[in-house]
C-alpha cells in the first residue's frame, strides 16, 4: 500500500499489474526499463506483457500493431526513449495509424541529473504538441498518477502521455482529467503551477495577492478554467510554471486569453544543456524554478 | 492520368471468379496511363497476386473480421500493384483507379489505411510494417487467436532500415509462429546485403525460403511451406531495379 515515499513509477507498476488481472484488453510493451518491476505480471499473462528488449522503435511499433488488433496498449521507459528517440514511430506507427496508446514515461527533465543530458527529456510535451489529438497528464504526487492513469487505460482509444517523476509533491490534490483545480486566489495575476511545480510554486507565492491553478495535465488545455481564473478584468497576467521546456504551453494561454489583452511569462526547464550533474534541488535552482527564484521572477513580472 | 480502357469481369467470360493475373496489367493501366510497366513498378506484383490470389484468407466480406489474415504493405513506394490487386479481388472498384493521386482520391502515391478500403497499415515511410505486424501478432495471439497469419511485404532497400532488425531479432526470440514476411529483392540497396537476405532471418531462428520472385507456383510453395514454432520469411528475387 502506499506509503509516503512510494513514487509515481513504483504506483504505475503496482496498479497497472492489477489492471493486468482485471482487464483482458490491457497489454503493456517494456523496453528493458521497469522489466524486472513487472516481472510477476509477466508470469501471470505472457501474452499481454511485451518485453522487447532494448529496442524503442519496436517499443512503439509493436504497440501500434497491438492497438490495430484492438487491445489497448501501455507502453513504457523513460521518456528520452519513449517519445524523442522513437518519435517518427509515435507519429506514423500510433497517430496515422488511426489507433491510440498510453504511453507512460519515467525520469521526466531533471529526475536523474547525474545521468546527464542522454536521460533527460525537457522536449517531450513539445512535440508532442506538433501532433494532433494528444492528452497530456503531468501528475505530481502518486496518487494523481494512479487516478490519471486509471482514467487514461478507460479513455477510449484516445492517445494518452502520462508523465511520472520522482519530483513530486507533499500533498495529493482532487485532480479532474482535463481541469485546472484552483488552489489560491488573489487579484493579482494568476500563477499556473503544472505537475510537480506546485509545491515550489505555493512557497514562492506565499503571502502575495494572486491565484494559484493547478495542472495536472496540460493537454486538452483548460482554457476555460484559465479565463475564469482572470477574471472579469480589463487585463489579465499570467505566470506558466512547467517541468519541462520553458514556454511549452504559452500558445496555449494566448490561445485561451485571445480576447482579452494579457501578459504571459512561461517558466520551466531551459533549452540550453545544462552540462552539471548532482541533485534535483540543484537543478532546479540553476533552471530559476526553486522556490527563491520563482518569487523573484514571479515577483518581477507582476510588479 | 488520362485512362479511359474500362474492363471488367462481365467483358471477359472466360473468369467466373472476377479478374485474372492477366488482368492486372490493364488496371496498373489505368493508375499510369501506360499500357507496359517496367520491373520497378511491378517488382511486387506476382508475390501480391499469389498470396492474395491463393494463401491469404481475406475478402471484402471477410475484412472486418478478427479472425482475417492480415497483409500489411510496408513498402509503401509504388503502391499501382498493390491497388491493382486489391481492385482484381473486389477491395477498390476499379471506378477509383483513374484518380490515382488526386486531390479527392483515396489512392496516395502511398497507402493510408484510413482511405483505401482493404488496406491494413498506412506507409510510405520506410520500415514501419515489420514492427506494427510484430505488434499484430501479439495482439492476436494475447487474445487467443492462433489461426490468423500475419503477412508483411518489405522491399531489399526498405532493409537497410534499422527498425525492422529490432523486429527480426525479437521476432524470431519470441517464434512468433503466425508471422510471415516477404521481401521482394531487386537489388536496389544501395550497399546490398552480402551473404544475402534470409541470412538475416536465418540466424534470428525464422524459417526461410529464397525463390524467384516471378514463378508463381514456387512462390506459393515458399509462402505455404511449414514452419512450427518459427516466423518465416520468403525472400523473392526480381529483376534488378536497374534493368
Avoid: C
Avoid at chain 1, 484492438?70 to 500510433?94: C, N, W, Y
Avoid at chain 1, 489507433?99 to 547525474?114: E, M, N, R
Avoid at chain 1, 517531450?124 to 506538433?130: F, G, N, W
Wanted: hydrophobic share 45%; net charge negative.
Amino acid at each position: 500500500m502506499p506509503t509516503e515515499t512510494d513514487t509515481m513509477r513504483d504506483r504505475f507498476l503496482d496498479v497497472t499489474s492489477r489492471l493486468l488481472d482485471e482487464d483482458p484488453r490491457l497489454a503493456l510493451v517494456l523496453a528493458d526499463i521497469s522489466a524486472a518491476g513487472f516481472a510477476r505480471a509477466a508470469e501471470r499473462h505472457p501474452d499481454r506483457v511485451i518485453n522487447v528488449g532494448i529496442r524503442e522503435q519496436l517499443l512503439i511499433g509493436a504497440t501500434g500493431g497491438l492497438a490495430l488488433t484492438g487491445l489497448r496498449p501501455i507502453a513504457h521507459t523513460f521518456a528520452s526513449f519513449l517519445v524523442e528517440r522513437p518519435f517518427e514511430q509515435v507519429k506514423l506507427d500510433l497517430v496515422h495509424q488511426g489507433v491510440g496508446a498510453v504511453l507512460v514515461s519515467a525520469a521526466g527533465s531533471y529526475d536523474w541529473p547525474a545521468g546527464g543530458r542522454t536521460h533527460m527529456s525537457p522536449g517531450d510535451v513539445a512535440l508532442l504538441d506538433t501532433l494532433p489529438d494528444w492528452t497530456v497528464h503531468v501528475p505530481g504526487h502518486p496518487d494523481e498518477a494512479e487516478t490519471l492513469l486509471r482514467h487514461a487505460v478507460k479513455d477510449g482509444d484516445r492517445n494518452v502521455y502520462l508523465r511520472l517523476s520522482v519530483h513530486r509533491n507533499a500533498l495529493a490534490r482532487p485532480v479532474v482529467p482535463g481541469r485546472f483545480l484552483t488552489v489560491r486566489e488573489g487579484r493579482r495575476g494568476v500563477v499556473l503551477a503544472v505537475g510537480p511545480m506546485l509545491d515550489g510554486v505555493l512557497q514562492a507565492t506565499e503571502g502575495m495577492d494572486v491565484t494559484v491553478l493547478y495542472a495536472a495535465g496540460v493537454r486538452p488545455f483548460d482554457a476555460a478554467g484559465l479565463r475564469a481564473a482572470t477574471g472579469a478584468g480589463a487585463a489579465a497576467d499570467v505566470v506558466i510554471v512547467e517541468p519541462y521546456l520553458a514556454g511549452t504551453s504559452d500558445r496555449e494561454a494566448h490561445e485561451a486569453l485571445a480576447e482579452v489583452p494579457h501578459r504571459v511569462l512561461g517558466l520551466g526547464v531551459p533549452r540550453a544543456e545544462h552540462r552539471h550533474y548532482g541533485s534535483i534541488d540543484e537543478h532546479l535552482a540553476a533552471y530559476g524554478l526553486d522556490a527563491r527564484s520563482l518569487r523573484e521572477r514571479i515577483t518581477l513580472f507582476l510588479r | 492520368m488520362t485512362a479511359t480502357k474500362t474492363i471488367s469481369p462481365q467483358h471477359r467470360p472466360h473468369l467466373h471468379q472476377g479478374y485474372g493475373f492477366e488482368d492486372l496489367p490493364a488496371l496498373m493501366a489505368l493508375m499510369t496511363g501506360a499500357e507496359k510497366h517496367g520491373p520497378a513498378a511491378t517488382s511486387t506484383l506476382d508475390a501480391l497476386w499469389v498470396l492474395y490470389d491463393r494463401v491469404l484468407d481475406v475478402r471484402p466480406a471477410t475484412f472486418g473480421r478478427q479472425d482475417r489474415d492480415r497483409f500489411l504493405l510496408s513498402k509503401g513506394h509504388g503502391p499501382m500493384a498493390y491497388y491493382a490487386v486489391l481492385a482484381a479481388k473486389g477491395f477498390l472498384s476499379p471506378a477509383v483507379l483513374p484518380s490515382f493521386g488526386a486531390y479527392d482520391s483515396p489512392l496516395g502515391h502511398h497507402p493510408d489505411r484510413l482511405l483505401v478500403p482493404g488496406a491494413e497499415i498506412g506507409s510510405g515511410s520506410l520500415g514501419h510494417g515489420l514492427p506494427l505486424a510484430v505488434g499484430t501478432a501479439l495482439g492476436l495471439r494475447a487474445q487467443g487467436l492462433t489461426d490468423p497469419a500475419v503477412w508483411v511485404l518489405l522491399g531489399d532497400a526498405e532493409f537497410d532500415e534499422g527498425s525492422n532488425h529490432e523486429a527480426v531479432a525479437f521476432a524470431g526470440a519470441s517464434g512468433l509462429d503466425r508471422l510471415h514476411v516477404v521481401v521482394i529483392d531487386n537489388s536496389s540497396a544501395t550497399h546490398g546485403w552480402r551473404g544475402g537476405i534470409a541470412a538475416r532471418f536465418e540466424a534470428e531462428g525464422w524459417s526461410t525460403a529464397t525463390v524467384d520472385g516471378r514463378d508463381h507456383e514456387a512462390l506459393y510453395a515458399a509462402f505455404t511451406a511449414a514452419h512450427p514454432g518459427r516466423p518465416h520469411a520468403v525472400v523473392a528475387r526480381v529483376e534488378p531495379k536497374e534493368s
